[in-house]
């Protein structure tokens, strides 16, 4: 198994008690943890109002973090889980991404989807579109970045988007960026993600990824594709500690923490993320629900620690028990 380490950015109400100024320092030294670390790659999300609620709390903006990572770390891959398509034209993502690749010396990775946080979409001013129309722009947007990407240029008279032989120069190191198409949609995600993607990042519950992954290598046949050359990624929630007692009193604290920010009974269903998930246990308990999952075909995990902008105990425990072990 692969490992990836989301970097707290504020959208989850990660960074609070830390000053704005001095937000930066935090992202950047747990970055370079993971850059001389274990870890395969680093990852932020791409929204603009924190959740479970739209708070004032920051949430940074991804590829600028993905930028200043790219200057600032030297090994590991950097990644969003994932870019919303129409927050940005494709063709200027495109060039965005390759540049940020260009700057880290090819480590970009290009997480993509269809985008689903109706409040950010309509307070930025994009509207919110039907889901249909949100992967039907998915869709066209691929088509642009990998031409422009594979070839430097990119033409496309789509429903959606139209560019008309747009230069991509420079382009990425390798003359392509691994595409995550993210999400689980099944009748059409599922099906992108089966044409265009080199990983797939979607539910990752035994059940719910052994459906999911059912679904994909449908569409693959139908489409001609060779499904095991796609890696099936997923996201997990990590509550560990070394005792039951010890995991149950960091969950209740992190329900705490964010009932400061939200009502109540929003932060207690926020929890149902967390509680019975595949990376809440002990190290053993999780080491033995990752197995199951990568048996099962789940080969790269990535990783959120909510507290460690504060405290990195959770997270040294992880590194130093359950990544040796499903190495």
């Given at each position: 198994m692969?490992?990836?380490?989301?970097?707290?950015?504020?959208?989850?109400?990660?960074?609070?008690?830390?000053?704005?100024?001095?937000?930066?320092?935090?992202?950047?030294g747990l970055a370079g943890r993971a850059d001389t670390g274990a870890w395969d790659s680093i990852w932020v999300y791409?929204?603009?109002?924190?959740?479970?609620?739209?708070?004032?709390?920051?949430?940074?903006?991804?590829?600028?973090?993905?930028?200043?990572?790219?200057a600032t770390t030297s090994r590991v891959d950097i990644g969003q889980m994932c870019t919303a398509m129409s927050y940005r034209n494709p063709m200027y993502l495109a060039k965005v991404a390759a540049t940020a690749d260009l700057i880290s010396g090819g480590r970009v990775q290009m997480g993509i989807g269809g985008g689903w946080y109706e409040h950010e979409w309509r307070a930025y001013g994009y509207g919110f579109p039907s889901a249909g129309e949100r992967l039907a722009r998915l869709d066209e947007g691929?088509?642009?970045?990998?031409?422009?990407?594979?070839?430097?240029?990119?033409?496309?008279?789509g429903r959606h988007y139209q560019v008309d032989d747009a230069?991509?120069?420079?382009?990425?190191?390798?003359?392509?960026?691994?595409?995550?198409?993210?999400?689980?949609?099944?009748?059409?995600?599922?099906?992108?993600?089966?044409?265009?993607?080199?990983?797939?990042?979607?539910?990752?519950?035994?059940?719910?990824?052994?459906?999911?992954?059912?679904?994909?290598?449908?569409?693959?046949?139908?489409?001609?594709?060779?499904?095991d050359s796609i890696v099936r990624s997923a996201n997990y929630n990590v509550i560990i500690a070394e005792s039951d007692a010890e995991v149950a009193q960091r969950l209740d604290a992190l329900q705490a923490r964010l009932a400061g920010f939200v009502p109540a009974d929003?932060?207690?269903?926020?929890?149902?993320?967390?509680r019975g998930m595949p990376a809440v246990g002990t190290p053993e308990q999780v080491i033995e629900n990752l197995s199951g999952l990568s048996e099962a075909g789940m080969s790269y995990g990535i990783f959120y620690f909510p507290d460690?902008?504060?405290?990195?105990s959770s997270l040294e425990l992880f590194e130093h028990q359950v990544m040796p072990a499903l190495r």
């Open positions: 692969r490992f990836g380490l989301f970097i707290p950015q504020g959208w989850r109400l990660d960074l609070t008690g830390i000053p704005p100024a001095d937000q930066w320092s935090v992202m950047s791409d929204h603009f109002h924190t959740v479970p609620l739209p708070t004032d709390e920051a949430t940074h903006e991804a590829w600028t973090l993905v930028s200043a990572f790219a691929v088509q642009i970045m990998k031409q422009a990407w594979e070839l430097g240029r990119a033409t496309l008279d230069i991509c120069a420079p382009q990425p190191e390798a003359g392509r960026l691994p595409l995550w198409i993210a999400g689980g949609g099944e009748r059409k995600t599922l099906r992108i993600a089966a044409k265009y993607a080199d990983y797939t990042n979607f539910d990752g519950t035994p059940d719910g990824f052994a459906h999911k992954s059912s679904v994909l290598q449908q569409h693959c046949a139908d489409l001609g594709r060779d499904y929003v932060a207690n269903a926020t929890m149902s993320a967390f460690i902008a504060h405290d990195t």
